[in-house]
């Protein structure tokens, strides 16, 4: 599977951005979808997870209200709308795959891994 994400970039604290991750090499709809971050000198942290029909979505509680995760299983795509952005959301973003249906909040549980966005809020 190789995912490939976009929408990085540059933005002011309040600002949104939309990450999307679009895969190939496996039926979309059997992969459960997840994003990671990482910031510089942290370690990976898990941000929202999606399931295989995209009737469960999962986020960690600093990002409850703010990101929005959501999947078109007709164009293999996943996405993350990130609004009202802050400082602290300034990290590598990555897009992960699995195709198992549990514990979407620990980053073992995935196999594919895209290469990462860079997202930088500024104050």
């Known amino acids: 599977v190789l995912l490939l994400e976009s929408g990085g970039g540059l933005v002011q604290a309040g600002g949104s951005l939309r990450l999307s991750c679009a895969a190939s090499?496996?039926?979309?709809?059997?992969?459960?979808m997840g994003w990671f971050r990482q910031a510089p000198g942290k370690e990976r942290e898990f941000v929202a997870a999606?399931?295989?029909?995209?009737?469960?979505?999962y986020y960690t509680d600093s990002v409850k209200g703010q990101f929005t995760i959501s999947r078109d299983n007709a164009k293999n795509t996943v996405d993350l709308q990130m609004n009202s952005l802050k400082p602290e959301d300034t990290a590598v973003y990555y897009c992960?795959?699995?195709?198992?249906?549990?514990?979407?909040?620990?980053?073992?549980?995935?196999?594919?891994w895209g290469q990462g966005t860079q997202v930088t809020v500024s104050s």
């Open positions: 999606i399931n295989r029909g995209g009737t469960l979505k």
């Open positions: 090499g496996r039926t979309f709809s059997s992969l459960a």
């Open positions: 992960a795959a699995t195709g198992r249906v549990g514990g979407l909040s620990r980053a073992p549980t995935y196999d594919y």
